[in-house]
């Protein structure tokens, strides 16, 4: 069973392995080194405060394997999503970003939606493009409007 919970401060640990996982940094656009505990804290802090950040950990059968991130940045609403490289390929991204769509929808219904993907990240590519979003390979976005 897939359930979320919202990212708390406790979490950062957690958050801290996935960001620095090298699968994760692999196909990272802006992190592309590993981050310190102090810039993660930081950083995570700075969400956490931000009524326009909404982060949930994504649970599978008790076990938290993912995060999944929505930012409203100027005039769009950024979607990122991890799953722990082991438990890929089982749906579970899709879920999420199934859940966290229809959460975007119901606070910022007029506003796009928009996640920085890799050119040649085609697990991603295809995740935001079955969802509906639009894919321009030569931004490197994928777009749902």
């Given at each position: 069973m897939i359930s979320?919970?919202?990212v708390r401060a406790d979490d950062a640990a957690l958050l801290f392995k996935f960001v620095?996982?090298?699968d994760s940094l692999k196909w990272k656009l802006r992190t592309t080194k590993?981050?310190?505990w102090n810039e993660h804290v930081k950083w995570l802090d700075s969400r956490l405060k931000d009524p326009d950040c909404t982060m949930w950990i994504i649970v599978v059968d008790g076990v938290?394997?993912?995060q999944i991130r929505l930012e409203k940045v100027s005039s769009a609403v950024e979607v990122d999503v991890y799953v722990a490289r082991e438990l890929?390929?089982?749906n579970i991204a899709s879920y999420a970003l199934s859940y966290a769509v229809d959460?975007?929808?119901s606070q910022w219904a007029e506003i796009s939606l928009t996640a920085h993907v890799k050119t040649n990240n085609d697990a991603s590519l295809r995740l935001f493009s079955k969802a509906g979003f639009r894919i321009d390979r030569k931004t490197k976005f994928a777009i749902k409007l």
């Open positions: 979320f919970e919202t620095n996982a090298p590993p981050v310190s938290k394997v993912g890929r390929k089982k959460y975007a929808r």
